[in-house]
């Protein structure tokens, strides 16, 4: 089992950039493929991007590709999402997940075992 924490989270301004991490603790998080996911306000959670074990396999959703990058870090059980030219309709609650079957992410949210608490992410215009 692991357990996710975000943090990183804050009120930005168009433009600005922000990196959000996700500490895992318990075991093996190397074993783990990881993702990202945000809800906006009044709408369903959708995928942002994931993260195979070693990192290798870093797939993003077409609203994010070229802004966000997805890393990881496994000798500090941490996953990154550094959001860069951030746009009001970026604005979410941002959740991280982990997987422990899969070597490779998913843009399925049923496809993860263990999620984080959510981290808020606001964009002003």
């Known amino acids: 089992q692991v357990q996710l924490v975000e943090s990183g989270g804050g009120l930005m301004q168009a433009g600005d950039s922000l990196r959000l991490s996700c500490a895992a603790s318990g075991s093996a998080f190397s074993t783990y493929a990881m993702g990202w996911f945000r809800r906006p306000p009044g709408k369903e959670r959708e995928f942002v991007a994931s993260?195979?074990?070693?990192?290798?396999?870093?797939p993003y959703a077409d609203s994010v590709k070229g802004r966000f990058t997805i890393s990881r870090d496994n000798a500090k059980n941490t996953v990154y999402l550094q959001m860069n030219s951030l746009k009001p309709e970026d604005t979410a609650v941002y959740y991280c997940?982990?997987?422990?079957?899969?070597?490779?992410?998913?843009?399925?949210?049923?496809?993860?075992?263990?999620w984080g608490q959510g981290t808020q992410v606001t964009v002003s215009s």
């Open positions: 997940a982990a997987n422990r079957d899969r070597y490779s992410g998913s843009s399925d949210s049923s496809d993860y075992h263990y």
């Open positions: 993260i195979s074990r070693s990192g290798f396999s870093t």
